[in-house]
């Protein structure tokens, strides 16, 4: 019963026009702040889903690290043993050391990464190869595949073959204070290609032959600095975690995907909360025009409520009129900008008309990703909002003293 008054008094004509005029002004307002959040909460994710996906071409699915200093025994039969459990599709033994690479007058310090010929089984690195080809060759004739930020740092022509670059790498051990340089490695690596993801990446990494890179280290056969490998599912991680720290036990550092990534998918949750609290002022400001068309309502509707009450109301009914009313004003105004959000955005999705500015990243159009669960927390946010924005006018108006005239 109560919904039907409410109803009838949302289309009844008003004595005030002001009254409607407030009205329609805070279903406009939720109507903006709902279309708004949930745009902006869509291309947010759209900008999470591309991240993440650029970070899986480094970030394996699994990697495990010593807990104590930096080199991990990974002899032949544990890496056998790993490769054997449920849902595992790939494994790959690396290390990775910090170098100084040289060609003619120019220099930079990188991050060698040693891997296996197996490596693009694991990650994704060789889909974003824009020169040449991944290549790591063997430990007679190391490769090198480098980011596209090295390659310019030292001048790497486009003549690939032809060009040793010197690599300098610290050799396992104690350094000799009375003969430094002999603390260091010096080798040769012919560039292979080269790979573009971001500039994180790119200005750093150089991909080489993992028996390379153990040689020039001083390493023995079954030392590395990690293990890291690929899934079938990824649903499956941490099954697949829980398995391999289990097998291998407490002496190393079983990592997912969020752990090896840890501070980077928190200040991605913590940017999306406080997007979320930003935007959701815009529907607070909607919540006092609601207070105020709801108050002005409950002064007309005097008569209608002493009436009500003549005929046994009570203030329960009265109240849920007038809290009816105002969800009913906050669920316009949300299925309206929901259905203003879903046609932006799938015409951002098959269009892309709001362009990126630059050329800096790999897509010329803003992402957008729609989710159910945005969906849904925005409709609860407004409802949520709009209860609490009639709750006051309702109780003033089941709170009216109830008059006998004659």
Not at 319 to 328: A, C, K, M, P, T
């Amino acid at each position: 019963m109560h919904l039907r008054f409410a109803w009838r008094y949302f289309r009844a004509r008003k004595s005030t026009q002001a009254i409607n005029v407030i009205a329609w002004v805070s279903v406009a307002a939720i109507v903006v702040g709902t279309a708004s959040l949930i745009i902006i909460l869509s291309a947010f994710n759209g900008f999470e889903g591309l991240v993440r996906s650029l970070y899986a071409s480094f970030y394996t699915d699994i990697r495990v690290e010593s807990v104590r200093g930096r080199i991990l025994q990974a002899d032949t039969a544990m890496i056998r043993k790993i490769r054997s459990l449920q849902g595992v599709r790939a494994v790959s033994v690396v290390i990775e050391e910090k170098a100084v690479l040289q060609l003619g007058d120019y220099q930079t310090i990188v991050q060698m990464k040693g891997v296996e010929s197996g490596y693009p089984d694991v990650a994704g690195v060789s889909d974003r190869i824009v020169r040449g080809r991944f290549e790591t060759g063997n430990a007679d004739r190391p490769r090198a595949v480098l980011g596209i930020g090295v390659e310019n740092a030292i001048g790497v022509l486009s003549d690939r073959s032809l060009m040793p670059v010197t690599v300098y790498l610290p050799r396992k051990g104690a350094v000799d204070l009375t003969d430094p340089l002999n603390a260091l490695s010096q080798g040769e690596i012919f560039p292979a290609g080269s790979f573009a993801v971001q500039p994180e990446f790119d200005n750093k990494v150089v991909f080489t032959d993992l028996d390379y890179l153990r040689s020039q280290l001083g390493y023995a056969a079954h030392e590395c600095t990690a293990i890291e490998m690929s899934l079938t599912e990824a649903e499956q991680a941490e099954e697949v975690r829980q398995a391999v720290q289990a097998l291998l036990g407490p002496k190393v550092s079983v990592l997912d995907k969020y752990e090896q990534n840890r501070t980077l998918y928190t200040t991605i949750r913590m940017e999306k909360w406080a997007i979320y609290a930003i935007f959701s002022l815009i529907l607070l400001v909607a919540a006092f025009n609601m207070i105020g068309a709801l108050s002005m309502l409950v002064l007309e509707k005097q008569r209608d409520i002493q009436v009500l009450k003549a005929m046994g109301a009570d203030e329960l009914l009265i109240q849920r009129i007038f809290l009816s009313e105002g969800l009913l004003l906050a669920g316009i105004g949300l299925t309206l900008g929901m259905m203003v959000a879903v046609i932006l955005l799938a015409l951002q999705q098959t269009y892309g008309f709001v362009p990126l500015q630059g050329q800096t990243f790999l897509i010329d159009h803003y992402p957008v990703r729609m989710l159910p669960g945005d969906f849904i927390l925005v409709a609860a946010t407004v409802l949520g909002i709009g209860l609490l924005a009639s709750w006051f006018p309702a109780r003033k108006a089941a709170a009216q003293a109830f008059t006998l005239r004659n």
